[in-house]
């Protein structure tokens, strides 16, 4: 099967590639049940970032085809708009300024004005990032600072409180990121995003089995962790994980579940259970005592060392179920954010303490809505706070 219009795909194609998109499929499945390159699929939902846009529907208040023909044919038999609006039940002025906007009595025919109003339907409008380039430069120097679409929304109306000028959903952000016309955001600003793509992936392209990476032995299983940990009514319970690079170099990264304040430590020697306990127990020194609590982990073989971890540190650790990442589910959206900075593939080995300080007081400084739109670090400070006080 390929495309019947040259350049182009018929209506009922459109609808299946959409279909397909919104169930998962790839872009490459896509393009080999219509016998064609992936290209033109991807070229094809490029079109409108991803998004389909929905079909144009008549408004319940709208004059529909069949008043219009009753319109018509009032006004060729010499009726007022009034009457013909008695006749329709519908406000005089309704009838009025239609007549008015095509032309006049004289001049009104039925299908040209449903016609009319279609087109206008239709044309183009630009978008409000394109029309409003002071609050385009704010959103731009944030979206370059790695903000998400959803942080910038939410911070203009607290930023600029008294100018209503400066505010934009995040979707309006991310169509203008994706779907490109003139005056709209800089197409560039996409590898800022944590995906870093310029297509919006349908929720179930984005599922992903759990990889589980064996068992250990003495563990005391996350369905032993106190309620206080589950309810984040208590600080001090941390997540924790690995992000890998090339070859053997690693990332650790903590996470606390009540802030969501983030601890970044390298790993210079590798991520074998050594050398991992040694760099995390320096990690969780670093906090007051009264923040280190708990840490739940996956099954990695890098944590083999737990039992020495604990003794060295009084922090109990509690390991999730295999192949059950969303068990922390914190820390996984965060590691997320973090291939930003620590993309996959790259080179690891090198990174030092003072540049993982620097990725992680940005993102702890931006404002997330699971906070109140706060940061991180406000509210990890608060609970330095408290537990000091």
């Known amino acids: 099967m390929t495309a019947a219009v040259p350049g182009g795909w018929t209506a009922a194609q459109q609808d299946e590639i959409w279909t ?16 064609t390159h992936l290209h033109a699929v991807r070229r094809f939902l490029s079109m409108t970032g991803g998004q389909r846009r929905p079909a144009l ?6 004059l529909s085809t069949a008043e219009r023909e009753e319109i018509s044919r009032g006004l060729a038999a010499g009726e007022s708009c009034r009457a013909i609006a008695a006749r329709l039940g519908r406000a005089h002025t309704t009838i009025s300024r ?5 032309g006049g009595a004289a001049q009104y025919r039925a299908g040209d004005a449903d016609a009319a109003t279609w087109r206008r339907a239709k044309r183009p409008k630009p978008s409000r990032l394109a029309t409003h380039g002071r609050l385009r430069r704010v959103v731009e120097a944030k979206l370059a600072q790695r903000w998400a679409p959803e942080q910038i929304a939410h911070w203009l109306p607290t930023a600029y409180p ?46 992903r089995a759990g990889q589980g990476r064996g068992q250990l032995k003495d563990t005391v299983s996350i369905r032993e962790r106190p309620a206080e940990v589950e309810d984040r009514a208590v600080p001090g319970h941390w997540e924790g994980d690995l992000i890998l690079g090339r070859g053997h170099s690693a990332v650790g990264t903590l996470v606390e579940r009540t802030s969501r304040y983030v601890l970044l430590f390298p790993l210079p020697d590798g991520h074998k259970a050594e050398p991992t306990r040694a760099a995390l127990a320096r990690a969780v020194r670093r906090l007051p005592a009264a923040l280190r609590r708990s840490l739940t982990w996956d099954q990695g073989k890098e944590m083999a060392e737990h039992v020495r971890f604990t003794v060295d540190t009084g922090v109990q650790v509690y390991f999730c179920d295999p192949q059950s990442p969303w068990q922390r589910g914190t820390n996984e959206n965060t590691n997320g954010l973090l291939r930003q900075y620590l993309p996959k593939g790259a ?27 706060r940061t991180p670090t406000q509210r990890f400070l608060e609970l330095q706070q408290t537990s000091l006080g």
């Open 20 to 35: 397909r998109w919104r169930q998962g499929e790839s872009i490459r499945a896509i393009g080999r049940h219509f016998g």
């Open 57 to 62: 529907t008549r408004a319940p208040t709208a």
């Open 98 to 102: 239609e007549v008015a906007r095509k």
């Open 162 to 207: 008294d100018d209503l000028t400066m505010r934009v959903s995040h979707e309006t952000i991310y169509l203008s990121l994706f779907v490109q016309s003139r005056g709209a955001l800089r197409r560039e600003l996409t590898q800022h995003l944590r995906t870093g793509r310029a297509l919006r992936t349908p929720p179930a392209a984005r599922r």
């Open 347 to 373: 080179d690891l080995t090198a990174v030092t303490q003072r540049e993982l300080d620097r990725i992680a007081r940005e993102m702890n400084g931006r404002p997330r809505e699971t906070l109140g739109w």
